[in-house]
C-alpha cells in the first residue's frame, strides 16, 4: 500500500476520489497546477489547499469584479517566477474557486482555496445566466446520501440536453442497491434537492445506468453559451 497518492492535471470528482482512496487503501492528496503556471496550490492533510504563494499571485473575479473570501469566482494567475512567457493576470485556467480567509490547523502559513469547483467549460448553464459547477451536483448528491444514510451511488454523469433541460445519469453500487431506502426514494429526494437550487423551471430526470466507460465526461452540455453573460455561480 502506498503511503499516500499525489493526483494532479485534472479536476478530480469526489467519486473518482473515492474509488481510488479505497482501491489503494490510502490518503489522497491532489496538487493544483496547470501547465501554464506551473504549480498553484496543494492540499495538507486537513483537505485544505494552500496557494503557493512564492509561486504565484492568484486573484478570484466575477465579472471583473474581486469577489469576497468564502464567495467562489473565476481564478486569475500570476506567475512570480521563470524566464520565459510572462503569465500575468492570466484567465484561461478556466478554474472556478472559493478563497478562504482562514488560517489552517495543519500549522502551514499563506493563502488558502475552499475549494475547486471546476472548469467553466464543464459547467451547466441555466437560462437566467446562473452556472452549476460539478461542485454543486456533488454536494446535492452528498446531502442526499447522508440523508438516507446509505451510500448506494458509484458515479454520476450529468447531460444538459437544452437550456432548461437536464439529465443525471447514476450508477447505483449493485451491493448496496437494496439496503435502507429504495432506489426511486433516493432519486426523488436527489431530484427536490436539484429543483431548490437550479430551480423550477428546470427540467431535470433522472436515469439508472448499468456501467459508465472511464473517459466519459462528467458534464455534457450541449448548450451554445456564445452569447452569455455569467450572474450567478452555484457550487
Ligand atoms: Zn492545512
Redo the contacts with the bound molecule.
Keep these: 500500500t502506498p503511503r499516500c497518492i499525489g493526483t494532479s492535471g485534472a479536476f478530480f470528482d469526489m467519486y473518482s476520489r473515492k474509488h481510488v482512496e479505497e482501491v489503494f487503501n490510502t490518503q489522497i492528496f491532489d496538487i493544483y497546477a496547470a501547465t501554464e503556471s506551473g504549480l498553484i496550490a496543494f492540499e495538507?492533510?486537513?483537505g485544505?489547499y494552500?496557494v503557493c504563494s512564492d509561486l504565484v499571485y492568484l486573484e478570484y473575479m466575477k465579472n471583473g469584479s474581486d469577489v469576497s473570501f468564502g464567495e467562489p469566482g473565476s481564478l486569475v494567475v500570476t506567475k512570480l517566477y521563470g524566464r520565459g512567457t510572462p503569465l500575468i493576470r492570466y484567465t484561461s485556467i478556466d478554474d472556478v474557486v472559493t478563497p478562504l480567509n482562514n488560517d489552517?490547523?495543519?500549522?502551514?502559513a499563506g493563502g488558502?482555496i475552499q475549494r475547486i469547483h471546476g472548469r467553466k467549460s464543464d459547467s451547466v448553464l441555466l437560462p437566467d445566466g446562473k452556472m452549476a459547477f460539478v461542485s454543486l451536483f456533488e454536494n446535492i448528491l452528498g446531502e442526499s446520501l447522508s440523508e438516507i444514510k446509505v451510500d448506494k451511488i458509484k458515479r454520476i454523469q450529468i447531460v444538459q440536453h437544452k437550456i432548461d433541460s437536464i439529465e443525471l445519469k447514476i450508477l447505483v453500487d449493485k451491493h448496496l442497491r437494496d439496503v435502507g431506502h429504495p432506489v426511486d426514494k433516493m432519486f426523488s429526494i436527489i431530484k427536490n434537492k436539484l429543483r431548490n437550487r437550479l430551480g423550477p423551471d428546470i427540467k431535470i430526470g433522472i436515469k439508472e445506468v448499468n456501467r459508465f466507460d472511464a473517459k466519459d465526461p462528467y458534464i455534457i452540455s450541449k448548450v451554445d453559451r456564445s452569447k452569455f453573460v455569467e450572474k450567478m455561480y452555484l457550487v
Design positions: 495538507c492533510r486537513n485544505a494552500h489552517c490547523t495543519c500549522g502551514l488558502l
